[in-house]
């Protein structure tokens, strides 16, 4: 069975501090990961998956398969990052076609001016 | 480009009386989801579709739910009937399989219902 765990329901940084959103999986095959982010009155978006190894609005995140992790990092916290933020993951091999996301509780991100 | 659509935006019923949601994907996305977004929780699938064959629906509550997307393009999520857990955010995704791989998933703004 899969399983996304993000710890932090809620977390709040001053502007301009680091940010790290925790996210740990539970997965014995090969899992591919996402962050999701939905900010205020909008839709679910895609913010980044691993595969990509980009950074994404300053965002990065790196797999970690030793530790199981998958967080997501900023240097430098803007306004304008307080959103929710969802982890989930995926089969790596479960080939083209549709693919099932199995999203964690998601973490509230405030920013404080 | 309008992205998914989904309809109504918001519902609010009775419990046992029935509801129906409807998606409508980006144009030329060959796969739709539906997922069930409780309060505090992430979203869960509920059905996955390629074209019009349902692939996954393991975790739809047959005995209330049902779905249907008739020609591989729009979708109905019904619920007959409601039950006040079904109270939830109701997203529907899709996205484009071709050739070996796999796109992302792009999601609606959903259909928040509210079983009195």
């Known amino acids: 069975a899969q399983r996304v765990t993000q710890p932090e329901k809620l977390l709040s940084v001053f502007k301009g501090a680091p940010v790290e959103l925790k996210c740990n999986y539970s997965?014995?095959?090969?899992?591919?990961l996402f962050w999701y982010v939905q900010y205020s009155r909008q839709r679910l978006q895609l913010l980044l998956r691993h595969i990509s190894r980009e950074s994404i609005k300053g965002f990065t995140a790196d797999l970690n398969k030793g530790e199981t992790s998958f967080h997501l990092k900023k240097p430098f916290a803007q306004e304008e990052d307080s959103a929710m933020y969802y982890c989930?993951?995926?089969?790596?091999?479960?080939?083209?076609?549709?693919?099932?996301?199995?999203f964690g509780k998601g973490t509230k991100l405030s920013v404080i001016p | 480009e309008a992205g998914v659509v989904q309809s109504p935006r918001y519902k609010i019923i009775e419990k046992k009386q029935p509801v129906a949601f409807w998606c409508n994907p980006i144009?030329?996305?060959?796969?739709l989801y539906w997922y069930r977004q409780n309060l505090g929780q992430g979203p869960e699938l509920l059905i996955r579709?390629?074209?019009?064959?349902?692939?996954?629906d393991s975790q739809l509550p047959k005995d209330r739910f049902s779905a249907e997307r008739l020609k591989g393009v729009d979708s109905t999520l019904k619920i007959q009937p409601a039950e006040l857990g079904d109270s939830a955010v109701y997203l529907c995704a899709s996205s484009l399989a071709f050739r070996g791989r796999t796109e992302t998933q792009y999601f609606g703004p959903g259909t928040r219902l509210l079983v009195l």
């Open positions: 144009s030329g996305h060959n796969t």
């Open positions: 579709y390629e074209n019009e064959e349902a692939v996954d």
């Open positions: 989930a993951l995926r089969d790596a091999y479960s080939g083209a076609g549709s693919y099932q996301l199995t």
């Open positions: 997965y014995s095959g090969s899992p591919e």
